[in-house]
């Protein structure tokens, strides 16, 4: 079975989703379930998971006993914020340790700051957490993160919330031929024919959010999205037929056709 192996973990399932910017848990929770996602990432400065006693907490609709959570560090911009974040989402968690950790440079673009993700991700490999970590596309900082000690390296396809689809897709290619973790492409990602893309480069996996949440039917796009990751998976496995410039052969055999003499 082809299955995504992050630090000890293993998953059947390569699409990874986030749990906001939908209307309710109620539709959270459906979505989670039409994507077939079996992990799942938290805003810890911007979701209820019991921090604000009496409201309704993510845990009642999707049960850490059912997914994998993975807590992120959404809205933060130092290594300090994240630092943080990330020890009070294992206390709120009973000791889970895999985490996203994201390090923004500004509230405009949230393009990820690589000095201070960097410096972050240094002191929470030593802290024992599994550190999945968002980044830009850079294959020297990307290599560093899995030197650190990453268990996954997180490149943009563009920027969050964007749905600009997969911009550069060879500097993602150079990540993949030179990283010994799983590869994950994580922002960006639009519609579906975007992911599948992204697998078919050879991606383990994607995150997304906003590109389900903010469809007009949050439910069926992340439907289409379970079935464009593995079928971009499945293609990338079966490897693509070679391009060929102005070299048409066809697609049937050419002797012995009835040629009517």
Not at 31 to 58: M, W
């Amino acid at each position: 079975m082809d299955t995504l192996h992050i630090a000890s973990r293993t998953f059947s399932s390569r699409l990874l989703v986030g749990t906001g910017k939908y209307k309710d848990f109620q539709q959270t929770r459906e979505a989670i379930d039409a994507s077939g996602a079996q992990i799942v990432t938290v805003a810890i400065r911007r979701t209820n998971i019991g921090q604000n006693a009496g409201e309704p907490s993510l845990l009642d609709f999707l049960p850490p006993e059912e997914f994998t959570y993975l807590p992120n560090t959404a809205g933060c911009y130092s290594a300090e914020e994240a630092i943080r974040t990330l020890r009070l989402a294992r206390e709120l968690l009973d000791g889970h340790n895999l985490v996203k950790l994201e390090v923004l440079g500004d509230p405009n673009t949230l393009y990820p700051n690589v000095v201070e993700t960097v410096k972050a991700a240094e002191i929470l490999v030593k802290d024992g957490f599994d550190v999945m970590v968002y980044t830009s596309d850079d294959p020297i900082i990307a290599k560093q993160l899995e030197e650190i000690g990453c268990c996954a390296v997180m490149p943009l396809a563009s920027l969050i919330g964007s749905g600009m689809g997969i911009l550069n897709p060879w500097n993602l290619q150079i990540i993949i031929e030179n990283a010994k973790v799983p590869v994950l492409v994580d922002a960006g990602v639009g519609t579906a024919s975007d992911a599948a893309i992204a697998m078919e480069l050879g991606c383990a996996g994607i995150l997304m959010n906003t590109a389900i949440a903010g469809a007009q039917n949050p439910v069926l796009m992340a439907s289409a999205m379970k079935k464009a990751v593995e079928a971009g998976r499945e293609a990338y496995l079966a490897g693509r037929m070679a391009k060929k410039l102005y070299s048409a052969s066809p697609s049937s055999p050419t002797s012995g056709l009835i040629t009517g003499k």
